[in-house]
């Protein structure tokens, strides 16, 4: 489980949330 720290708005965030959204990795915020 990856732990993601930040702002939804934030562009980093929205790349890393891309980014485990597309290889379906579990994530919590």
């Known amino acids: 489980m990856i732990t993601l720290w ?5 562009t980093n965030v929205k790349k890393v949330l891309l980014t ?7 994530y919590e915020q």
């Open 6 to 10: 930040g702002r939804n708005n934030s």
């Open 20 to 26: 485990l959204e597309e290889l379906e990795l579990p």
